[in-house]
Every structure is written in structure tokens, then in C-alpha cells.
């Protein structure tokens, strides 16, 4: 079994800043990709920044140049530091991974959600 564990959200004014954590834990052999995704309320859910294990990033054209997304292999962990924030950033974010386990076998994994909320 996986689990992955967010945190970092909470409330912060516009312009200010948040480090967003995702850290999985239990039977991993490898995980080959690591996504943020949000959701604000009434909308679906969106992509807003990705790494592959080769290093590969991307990320959503509304964040581009204010979020960075960032990983820690030995710690099973991967960050989002949002900076700039705006009232449009409100949302529950998530993180996904996939994520090899001892078993061989490739799952993908979601986190429990971490609410930004920037208010306008």
C-alpha cells in the first residue's frame, strides 16, 4: 500500500506566497511521475504542474513563472511553491503520483487535498 500526505495550504493575500508538500510513503520501488492538479469550486479539475522521473516539467499557462514544482527523491516528496498569488489560485490542490511499488506494478495515487485560498 501507498498514502500520500499534502499540506502546506491555508489563507494568504494576494501577491503573497505557499509551499504546498506531498510526501508518499510505504511499499515504493520507484515513482516515475509527480503532478499538482487544483480545483476550484464549480470547475473541473485542472492540471498545474507536472515532473517526470527524467526531470521533465510543465505547467499550466495560468502559473507559468509563478509556480515551481520541485521534488525530493529521497524523501519520496514533491513541493509546489506558489508565489504571486491570485484570487483565481483559490482552489483544492492536489498531488498525484505514479508510482512503482515493491510489487512491480505501476498505480496512480492521489493526495487527500490541501485548500489555497487567496482572497480578492
Known amino acids: 500500500q501507498v498514502q500520500l500526505e499534502e499540506s502546506g495550504g491555508g489563507l494568504v493575500q494576494p501577491g503573497g506566497s505557499l509551499r504546498l508538500s506531498c510526501a508518499a510513503s510505504?511499499?515504493?520501488?520507484?515513482?516515475?511521475?509527480m503532478d499538482w492538479y487544483r480545483q476550484a469550486p464549480g470547475k473541473q479539475r485542472e492540471l498545474v504542474a507536472g515532473t517526470s522521473s527524467g526531470g521533465t516539467t510543465n505547467y499550466a499557462d495560468s502559473v507559468r513563472g509563478r509556480f515551481t514544482i520541485s521534488t525530493d527523491n529521497t524523501k519520496n516528496s514533491v513541493y509546489l511553491q506558489m508565489n504571486s498569488l491570485k484570487p483565481e489560485d483559490t482552489a483544492l490542490y492536489y498531488c498525484?503520483?505514479?508510482?512503482?511499488?515493491?510489487?512491480?506494478?505501476?498505480?496512480?495515487?492521489w493526495g487527500q487535498g490541501t485548500q489555497v485560498t487567496v482572497p480578492s
Open positions: 510505504g511499499s515504493i520501488f520507484s515513482i516515475n511521475r
Open positions: 498525484k503520483m505514479i508510482i512503482a511499488t515493491t510489487s512491480r506494478r505501476q498505480y496512480q495515487y
